[in-house]
């Protein structure tokens, strides 16, 4: 009884591990392996495959014959080795062999699956190898030229910079030009990663972002401008339709009544220069501030102070009170006059002053000239006598 349990065990375990061992076509001893990295693909209709298939044998050298098994109706099959048309390998224990199969597609073929099989026939020994390709419509040529702000606002001195998005929707990689329709008085440039580009290559299924800066020239009322931007790549193009809004800014100058820049004021006193601010901008100016530079000791008061609009081609004239300092010396002097609106730039230009002594001083100087001169002609009578 306890040889019988016994034999019964042992029975058990062979069983066990012959159902764990990796099944392998052999014959005799003698056995073949088939196999391939990548054995399912995705392509294109017409396009030839490969598969590199690698054949080993691990226990005698052999000729092996490859064919197809399974191949779909239309489809044809080349085995390549070394550059060659093979239809069987030599395969050795210590050398391992690698043949190309080429499948190609029937002219009509449809998008779908396709199932091969793969046979290789040694010498009592077979090994097969299952394939399969799926054949997908290839994407026509298409570009899509996008971005999220198709309006931008600024001043005529704003530089206008549009980010968009260029993409590449189909199967083929293109070179793109990139052209602009600028409205008059601008310039338009195209930018990729800090650089100014007019073309660039888009792979296939990829995307760029662009920078399209446009920046006005010369004086741009205010107003809406269209910019148009155009992506061609082969027979495919996109557009792009942005927007520019120009608001209107002020543009002031300082000057004097008639251009002069000049006037005239006495030490110690306190004398009116006229000043013009003229507004040659494309928006009335509003709160218009006023200010100077003077040298060290003048006082310079504005009459008004601040002028709360000039419209658009318009002036407005106000009065510089200037007073020199006490101990100013007679000459020319610069006084700078500056006007700020609120929302805009400030413009200034420089006044020349030219400071005279008072007329009272001259008075007093004349008539100390006069005393010393007859002080001097006293002494001579007086001791010319003697």
């Known amino acids: 009884m306890r040889r019988f349990i016994i034999a019964a065990l042992i029975l058990s375990l062979i069983f066990v591990?012959?159902?764990q061992a990796p099944a392998m076509a052999q014959d005799g001893g003698k056995d073949l392996s088939l196999y391939t990295k990548y054995p399912a693909q995705v392509t294109e209709p017409g396009k030839t495959v490969s598969f590199p298939l690698t054949l080993k044998t691990e226990t005698k050298d052999q000729i092996v014959t490859l064919d197809m098994k399974e191949l779909p109706d239309g489809w044809k099959v080349t085995f390549r080795g070394s550059g060659r048309i093979i239809k069987s390998a030599y395969v050795t224990t210590d050398n391992d062999i690698t043949v190309d199969?080429?499948?190609?597609?029937?002219?009509?073929?449809?998008a779908g699956d396709y199932q091969f099989v793969v046979e290789a026939k040694g010498q009592g020994t077979t090994a097969t190898l299952p394939l399969s390709l799926t054949?997908?419509?290839k994407l026509?040529?298409?570009?899509?030229?996008?971005t999220d702000l198709p309006t931008l606002k600024g001043t005529p001195t704003s530089t206008f910079r549009f980010n968009t998005t260029l993409k590449n929707e189909g199967d083929e990689d293109l070179d793109v030009n990139l052209i602009a329709d600028a409205p008059a008085g601008f310039t338009v440039n195209f930018k990729l990663s800090g650089k100014d580009i007019t073309s660039l290559p888009v792979e296939a299924n990829s995307s760029k972002r662009i920078s399209v800066e446009a920046k006005a020239f010369?004086?741009?009322?205010?107003?809406?401008y269209p910019l148009k931007v155009l992506a061609q790549g082969g027979d495919v193009q996109a557009q792009l339709d942005l927007t520019i809004e120009v608001a209107g800014q002020p543009e002031l100058k300082v000057s004097g009544p008639d251009g002069r820049l000049s006037g005239e004021a006495y030490a110690g006193k306190e004398s009116p220069i006229k000043v013009v601010v003229i507004n040659n901008?494309?928006?009335?100016?509003?709160?218009?501030?006023?200010?100077?530079?003077?040298p060290s000791g003048w006082k310079v008061d504005f009459d008004p102070k601040t002028i709360d609009e000039i419209p658009v081609g318009k002036q407005v004239e106000v009065t510089a009170n200037v007073r020199p300092g006490d101990k100013a010396i007679a000459g020319d002097y610069i006084v700078t006059v500056r006007a700020k609106p609120a929302e805009g730039a400030s413009k200034s230009a420089d006044f020349r002053i030219t400071v005279r002594t008072s007329t009272l001083w001259g008075v007093i100087g004349i008539a100390l000239i006069a005393i010393a001169v007859a002080v001097v002609?006293?002494?001579?009578?007086r001791f010319g006598r003697r």
């Open 281 to 294: 901008g494309t928006a009335a100016a509003h709160n218009v501030e006023l200010s100077a530079t003077s």
């Open 101 to 110: 199969l080429k499948l190609e597609p029937p002219a009509d073929v449809a």
């Open 135 to 137: 054949v997908e419509e």
């Open 140 to 146: 026509p040529p298409k570009l899509t030229f996008t």
């Open 377 to 381: 002609a006293l002494a001579v009578v």
């Open 17 to 19: 591990v012959g159902a």
């Open 218 to 224: 010369g004086v741009i009322p205010a107003g809406s």
